[in-house]
Nanobody, 114 residues
Framework: QVQLAESGGGLVQPGGSLNLSCVVSADILSRNVMAWYRQAPGKQREWVAT???????AVADSVKGRFTASRDSGKNTVDLHMEFLRPEDSGVYYC????????WGQGTQVTVSS
């Protein structure tokens, strides 16, 4: 049973934008603070953003002013809007709970390159 399914990644030029979405099982979304994480090649997975039940969010300093996060209980999704993308934003992006479950989705690849 799929609980987390990320989508929306792709290849984008520096300065471009992408919208990522994660479909979350309703029972998980209703009971958890959610977050976005990313993993670049050869690096550890890192936290990117957290979305609270109130839909308020926090982002890592490295993406502050460029990324925003949201959640939609009606659609059972957690979204990440990314602007002014940089090459160092490249990686596989995942959504998960806070703290993260041991089970992860397949992630969605984001590549920022000219």
């Amino acid at each position: 049973q799929v609980q987390l399914a990320e989508s929306g990644g792709g290849l984008v030029q520096p300065g471009g934008s992408l919208n990522l979405s994660c479909v979350v099982s309703a029972d998980i979304l209703s009971r958890n603070v959610m977050a976005w994480y990313r993993q670049a090649p050869g690096k550890q997975r890192e936290w990117v953003a957290t979305v609270a039940f109130s839909a308020s969010y926090a982002v890592a300093d490295s993406v502050k002013g460029r990324f925003t996060a949201s959640r939609d209980s009606g659609k059972n999704t957690v979204d990440l809007h990314m602007e002014f993308l940089r090459p160092e934003d490249s990686g596989v992006y995942y959504c998960n709970t806070v703290p993260a479950m041991t089970s992860w989705g397949q992630g969605t690849q984001v590549t920022v390159s000219s």
